[in-house]
């Protein structure tokens, strides 16, 4: 809750860019969370084999695919870390269509994880406020801090892991949980994995 001038000092802050600032730890959990969630739901989907992954499933989707939607979720975690480490790709689209199989999408998953986790385990409380200036894939510049940006991803995916959650029922029955109260729960012992 705000009191007094601290309300219109948050004000300011999301006028210059900068938004609310948030705790290091806190985005440390969140990203320990997303990398869990986005494994959980690939190895399901991986165990389904290569073509199960590339049949359709429909236009109501983000992406028709199972293996397609992974890599829309891989492609902008990859980009917006280009971004926050100041490389600022512009495509007109996101990497990921390119890449032909789960198993080589898995690969560059793993070593994308590998720099993100190096990068969130580098952050300071001053990185937070930073103000990044990027591109988006209209070529439109923005500027926002980071600490907003790092929630952003996180929570971009939780979208999209949905998808893959419906897509996966359809396919295969429901897959396990993917709630950040299951991810804590199963962390500290709490339930059988």
């Known amino acids: 809750m705000f009191h007094g001038d601290d309300r219109s000092a948050g004000r300011e802050r999301e006028e210059r860019g900068r938004g609310p600032v948030a705790s290091v730890e806190l985005i440390r959990g969140l990203y320990e969370y997303h990398w869990w969630a986005n494994r959980r739901l690939f190895d399901v989907a991986a165990s389904l084999g290569e073509e199960v992954a590339a049949r ?25 870390l280009q971004r926050w480490i100041g ?12 890449i032909p199989s789960l198993g080589v999408l898995r690969e560059r998953w793993d070593a994308l994880e590998r720099e993100q986790r190096a990068f969130i385990q580098g952050l300071t409380v001053t990185d937070l406020t930073r103000v990044v200036t990027y591109r988006n894939t209209a070529g439109r510049e923005f500027r926002l801090a980071l600490g907003p940006l790092l929630q952003h991803v996180a929570n ?7 998808e893959l959650a419906t897509m996966l029922t ?3 029955g429901s897959p396990p949980p993917t709630d950040l109260v299951v991810y804590h729960l199963l962390r500290t012992g709490q339930m059988a994995p």
Do not use: N
Request: hydrophobic letters at 30%; zero cysteines; charged letters at 15%.
């Open 156 to 162: 971009h995916a939780t979208h999209h892991r949905s």
């Open 170 to 172: 359809v396919s295969s």
């Open 56 to 80: 359709e499933a429909g236009t109501q989707f983000s992406f028709p695919t199972l293996r397609r939607m992974l890599a829309h979720i891989y492609g902008a975690d990859w980009a917006w």
């Open 87 to 98: 490389t600022s790709p512009s495509p007109t689209k996101l990497p990921g269509d390119e």
